[in-house]
DNA sequence: ACCCTGTTTGTAACGGGTTACATACTTTTT
DNA sequence: AAAAAGTATGTAACCCGTTACAAACAGGGT
């Protein structure tokens, strides 16, 4: 590989010269600036982007944290993300972490060491402490986790309630939750959003609530336990869209009819839910617009770190599909 | 951030030293070591990961090139790529390139700036003569672009072929085939494989072969106008799965019923052909396999330069689920 | 007493860019 | 005509680890 100085060698200038050519600042006469740029292209000279880092302390990377890469919110999530990032020059990094502590903490360290610009995490394991020594800007996606980072979120009590409430006006009468992780803020704010609405019904029981890890396989197997211990549960909110396409199969595997006995509805509005049998009626996040946003958000704490911390909150939106009907009164 | 030349300084002793004890090796003593040791911790001193690979020339990451990442395969691929490599103190990049040209060519040329150690491809774009540049390590998945580049792939005409035959076994009498893009290889082998077994079928008729691109919705959109116009079709090999669940919802949608009368089957063995109803029969791949594989034969390309090219080649398993039936004989 | 090998540590060059500062010349301002 | 501002380019330090090489000393063998 062709360094600086054999260019600047080639065009009989100095290093400096070179490097003012490349970066089009100082002053550099027009004649001089042409020989330079046919001495790079005649030995195909590309910058050493490892050694601009080292001097700049700056990678141009940013990194995305998602607990889980199966789960097609993220891949739209981290489209966005690729999508912004790209488009100012960023090269853009994508980690799983599987929920795991210990893998976020050695990814941390590892892309710190590798002088990432900035991350975006979705994370229900990290806190304040374990960012103290990270020096780069932070945004926290989907989970909040301290009021001092900045975040992009939607209004997921809200969006629950709304979920629980629509439920309600379509006449279901025992309505049970399917939670997230309760490590996860967005997971336990939907809980709240649910017990909101029917933490105070009469027909409202504990056993009414039972614990997934937003993933599809817990969501079946807890379901099939549910379904099968309370014939009578009419209609079921499941903290995301995975969880509640565990529950179409499980209520299928007991010859359960989705939407006629029981109504479900998720939270996520991914791709997957149009693909399913029946489709999925769902609490819409707008996934891109805030992998965009948090992505946006990031790159001006990039440039401007003194800036003050931004909590935004994004609306979703109920969509009808078919896995929920009008109950008729018996 | 503290510097090797802090800790030298603190643990009086040259920053030499501290080399020594960061990466163990050369001599030094013991009581030396602890010394640096004390005060790496009291500094709480992390080497700089960017001077490392400027001087070594080698950054300890490994890129990870898919068309699509909202495809439930690459997600998978991408989790066996990860493992693998994080195993290994490789730090692992994930770049979605849309099948875009440019944009890999752009990732590409980022990267080796980055002194990135080796790259995964999956490409249907690019062949030798883009990769003449690239100094590091090349493999390429799923597809294969040159057979002086390494790859790891399934053997996709038989598993079409497998997959048209067990259509007919079962009793279809017009099988057609929705193709993926025809600029990638994999496609192509699967379109060989169909034919291979109907070419010289008496009702076969180039209408049966339609093209999409690998996505859901050219697939939806493909099949709804196949299925109205050749209404005698009962048999329908789909190049991947993704397609072949826009091919259920199409049939759905046409009030066609999967598999009375008409089977489908998919090819990648995704996890989204179990949450649709009809679940989809398949060309099962070991998708973690292959991803695996992969890095570990780049891993060691990237520690053996010299060594031979490798290709490899895994078997597909047919998966019988409920998008296909024995058809009764009228 | 001498040589050889093994141990311990330090000095300084190196990797490949970037930029503060110095120098020198040209043009503009007053 | 002198001072100031603008243009053009080079020198060398800097970013921060790594390692070749040198130096110095201990212990073993002859």
Redesign the pocket.
Known sequence: ?????D??KLA?????????V??D?????????NRVNEAIEQLR????D???S????SSKMIALFVPDIKNPFFPELARAVEDVTNQYGYTFVLCNTDDNHEKEITYLNALTQKSVDGFIMVSSTICERHLEHVTSPIISLDRRFSSNISSVTVNNRKGAREATAYLQSIGCKKIAHICGPQTASNSKDRLKGYLDVVKYEAWFHSDFIVAGDYRFKSSYEVTKDLLTKHKDIDGLFVANDLMAVGVLKAAESLNMNIPEQLSVIGFDGIPLGLTTTPSLTTIQQPIYEIGSRAAQILLELIDHPEQQVIHEELEVTLIERDSTKRREEA
Do not use: C, W
């Open positions: 590989m062709a360094t600086i100085r260019v600047a009989n200038v100095s290093t400096a010269t070179v490097s003012r490349l970066n600042n100082g002053y550099v006469n027009s004649e001089t600036k000279y590309r910058p050493n490892v050694a601009r080292l001097f700049k302390g």
